[in-house]
């Protein structure tokens, strides 16, 4: 049975997905960096999701909780290490898809 908290917190899930175009080639070691800063910060900010980097391009589907989602979302915005950021599906979900990753 689910907890009432966790039923209030699935009804303001949000799905955010994008891409974007990195401004130089990171190394194995940056992105190794950057996963695990990333890994922390949305461990705090109960957000899930996936990543991919492949020749020079960032995909990126983050979920969690709306508000946290937008933070996250503000942060990436402002990083210098990508460009050409583009939305490509920003909705309400009721669940997640990475809920264990």
Wanted: glycine share 4%; hydrophobic share 40%.
């Amino acid at each position: 049975m689910q907890s009432a908290s966790a039923a209030a917190d699935a009804r303001h899930l949000c799905s955010v997905v994008y891409r974007s175009r990195a401004v130089s080639a990171l190394s194995d070691f940056d992105l190794y960096r950057l996963v695990q800063t990333a890994q922390a910060r949305n461990e705090t900010e109960s957000i899930t999701g996936l990543m991919l980097y492949d020749d020079g391009r960032f995909y990126q589907w983050l979920e969690g909780p709306v508000d946290n989602v937008a933070r996250i979302m503000r942060l990436i915005r402002t990083d210098r290490r990508h460009t050409d950021i583009e939305i490509l599906s920003d909705k309400p979900t009721a669940s997640r898809q990475f809920g264990d990753w």
